[in-house]
């Protein structure tokens, strides 16, 4: 449904563009001998144009003058003319393709223009007035009321006392107002207070919650050092290397000590021991 309406839409949209250049076109045309001297002489005007919806013609309504005996002369004029404005917008391209043209009296205007004559010839006696010369009379007298009002209302009245039973009530009333002024206001400083004093502890709150995110995190970075460089890595590869060597050529350093102790003791007990005492 929705594609439905802004297809339709877009449709009315570009006919309006399309009547609008015609009407553009054909006026051009029209002030112009370019068709004909006779066509340039009727001085015709277009009220609209309008192609239809199958794009099957081009309806160009001009505006009648009035006289029947001009006007019929108009129509056939221009209906003979009519396939000469077609060729001469093929010809000059200002649509890639137009419909047939016909040229149709403005019915509506023909009306307006004929309800004005007979207006004007009508008689409605000596004391008839136009709607303009008795619209001019109405705001007149309209103005004039409004002037004496104006005049009337001017006038100050007497002011009433306004002391009863001894009391002030003007000045008591101003009193009064001064002093819901004074409270309205003290309530809004108060409330402004309120508020810049919750948004303070919300701030010390917020900057709190920061630091103590800024330990953390340097906490962690000391227990577990994850961004370890490759040299680091490979100095502490190394340094372990070189302990498990040292470790292993002292072991090798002892057992040999033990082996040369153990083989002079038994070289010793066979000097003092030959084999055949034994």
Request: aromatic share 6%.
């Amino acid at each position: 449904m929705k594609v439905q309406k802004k297809e339709h839409r877009e449709d009315s949209i570009r006919m309006r563009t399309l009547n609008s250049i015609l009407h553009k076109a054909l006026t051009d045309l029209l002030r112009t001998p370019e068709i004909s001297n006779e066509i340039y002489n009727l001085n015709l005007e277009l009220s609209k144009v309008s192609i239809t919806a199958d794009f099957s013609a081009c309806r160009a309504y001009w505006i009648t003058c009035g006289n029947v005996e001009t006007d019929d002369q108009a129509e056939k004029v221009l209906t003979k003319s009519a396939p000469q404005f077609r060729h001469h917008l093929l010809t000059h391209q200002v649509l890639g393709s137009v419909p047939p043209i016909v040229f149709v009296r403005d019915k509506e205007n023909a009306m307006i223009q004929e309800v004005e004559r007979l207006l004007a010839m009508a008689d409605f006696g000596e004391d008839y007035k136009t709607p303009v010369t008795q619209g001019h009379d109405e705001i007149r007298e309209l103005g004039n009321v409004s002037m004496e009002a104006f005049d009337t209302s001017t006038e100050v009245p007497p002011s009433p006392t306004s002391s009863l039973f001894g009391i002030d009530h003007a000045n008591l009333n101003r009193q009064i107002l001064d002093y819901k002024h004074k409270m309205r206001d003290h309530e809004t400083e108060s409330d402004f207070t309120v508020l810049s004093q919750h948004q303070q502890e919300q701030l010390a709150e917020i900057r709190k919650q920061k630091i103590l995110k800024k330990k953390m995190k340097k906490l962690k970075a000391k227990l577990f050092d994850d961004d370890i460089t490759p040299q680091r890595y490979l100095m502490e590869k190394y340094n372990a290397l070189n302990k498990d060597v040292e470790a292993s050529s002292e072991h090798i350093e002892l057992e040999s000590e033990d082996l040369t102790t153990d083989q002079q003791e038994e070289m010793d007990e066979e000097r003092t021991h030959p084999q055949g005492d034994r």
